[in-house]
């Protein structure tokens, strides 16, 4: 059967939806926002800050990223299977919620087993970190399929994305915030002083989160099965994506454009203290700029009409700014870090333009094809964590055979690991990316979008 909102016939799936409808489902990936946003940020610096070595935090984070990875697929089938796209959400963040104050809140097998040895708190930060990822992921597959199962309307489709875009920014915005009074009013001597911070940091984040899951709850009606006039009633299976040139287009620039984000997310905080030299506060002040600056793009965005060509364009333009960006990266000098956040600014614009298009060329992939999207979500979302996973413990593996920034001359900067991570990865997904999405046809996956964004 094909998954619609009860609105009662096709004419009211393909008319644009009002702003309450758009806000309560932006709202319903809150939860998920603020624990990535603290996951990428902060963990690794987190893991490495209680000692242990940068080798065991990657893996810590990639028995995540695998969790996480294997879990979306699982729940992009069964949700195609038996729908119930709030149920999948709503046992998810309940999840997230249990799981993620232990990720960050101290080794609990530890305390179990009576032994804090490296290789006990390896094992189990990585098992919450496991539990937790996959609450996440079912929440997140559930909620991404939803938007093509709320309405047929393709431009609404594009609302609904960058209005759940802007939302992720509202959520980084409110987790680097909770950071930076916590950071400021608590100091870090002893590793219970770090531990207590962020688990301090976890437990406001949660709570925060789980508000905005009530409201999308209550809010948003649960897509139910309904009968299309002219379509088919057949589950659209796995090979019927296998054979469309754009599902490989689409699955990759997804990939690289995740890539990018999850990377530099991830090596911002070690980058700001270790080789610009920047006070810890930085550690918060750097990402709330990049995700200011995202959200404010991303509102203008829900005000613009598409087609498949503007999304392109729009797609290079945060290309060419990351590539600039990574450039900057590369050779900005510790003396002269304040350029960072003019920096900072740069990335955030190209974090937005990058992430509302691809997401919404996932929408022209599916069209009205949409008694298969949970396996299309679940499948791009499962090569998203499995390549940042990979990428990440790579990056981190050999972070300890990085030079020493200790005597590098201050006006040239010193080329670590950390830099050399965060200047080129990003910019290298985001200039292949470019030339991937310049090969997509997506003219004849989706007419003009000419109606107005929110009625």
């Not at 999948?88 to 101290?106: D, P, Q, Y």
């Not at 900057?328 to 920096?343: A, C, E, R, T, V």
Request: proline fraction near 2%; hydrophobic fraction near 50%; include cysteine.
């Amino acid at each position: 059967m094909v998954l619609l909102s009860a609105t009662g016939d096709e004419e009211s799936c393909t008319k644009p939806l009002g702003r309450s409808s758009v806000f309560y489902y932006g709202v319903g990936h809150m939860l998920n926002d603020i624990t990535s946003a603290c996951w990428f940020t902060y963990l690794l610096v987190f893991l490495t800050d209680i000692g242990l070595s940068p080798r065991d935090a990657a893996i810590v984070m990639l028995s995540g990223q695998v969790a996480d990875a294997f879990t979306t697929i699982f729940a992009g089938e069964l949700i195609d299977r038996f729908g119930h796209f709030k149920i999948w959400h709503a046992a998810g963040s309940i999840l997230v919620a249990v799981s993620f104050s232990s990720v960050f809140g101290g080794c609990l097998p530890c305390k179990i087993f009576g032994t804090n040895s490296l290789a006990m708190q390896t094992v189990g930060y990585s098992i919450f970190s496991a539990i937790f990822n996959v609450g996440w992921a079912a929440a997140q597959v559930s909620h991404m399929s939803m938007v093509n199962c709320i309405t047929l309307n393709p431009t609404s489709r594009v609302v609904l994305t960058s209005c759940r875009n802007a939302f992720t920014m509202v959520a980084n915005l409110s987790l680097y915030a909770v950071a930076l009074a916590i950071f400021s009013v608590s100091k870090s001597r002893t590793h219970i002083d770090i531990e207590n911070q962020y688990r301090w940091i976890a437990y406001l984040s949660i709570f925060l989160g789980c508000c905005f899951v009530v409201i999308f709850l209550f809010g948003t009606k649960e897509p139910r099965k309904q009968e299309i006039p002219g379509k088919g009633h057949q589950r659209i299976s796995w090979a019927y994506w296998f054979k469309k040139v754009l599902y490989y287009q689409v699955a990759l620039v997804y990939m690289l454009t995740r890539l990018v984000t999850n990377v530099s997310q991830a090596l911002l905080a070690f980058y700001v203290i270790n080789d610009l030299q920047m006070g810890q506060s930085s550690k918060a002040v750097v990402p709330a700029i990049i995700y200011i600056c995202s959200f404010v793009v991303s509102v203008i965005l829900q005000e613009m009409t598409w087609t498949g060509q503007r999304l392109k364009i729009f797609f290079t333009a945060g290309s060419v700014l990351w590539i600039f960006s990574g450039a900057g990266i590369l050779i900005l000098p510790k003396s002269m870090h304040n350029i960072m956040y003019l920096i900072s600014i740069a990335i955030g614009v190209a974090n937005a333009l990058m992430t509302v298009t691809c997401i919404s060329m996932q929408s022209f992939l599916v069209g009205e094809d949409i008694d298969g999207c949970g396996i299309v979500y679940g499948a791009l979302s499962f090569l998203d964590k499995i390549s940042c996973g990979i990428a990440l413990y790579v990056l981190e593996s050999y972070q300890d055979s990085s030079s020493s920034l200790q005597g590098c001359h201050s006006i040239t900067g010193c080329l670590s690991l950390t830099r050399y991570g965060l200047g080129l990865v990003p910019a290298c997904c985001a200039f292949i990316g470019v030339i991937v999405t310049y090969t997509m046809d997506l003219q004849t996956t989706s007419k003009i979008l000419i109606e107005p964004l929110l009625a």
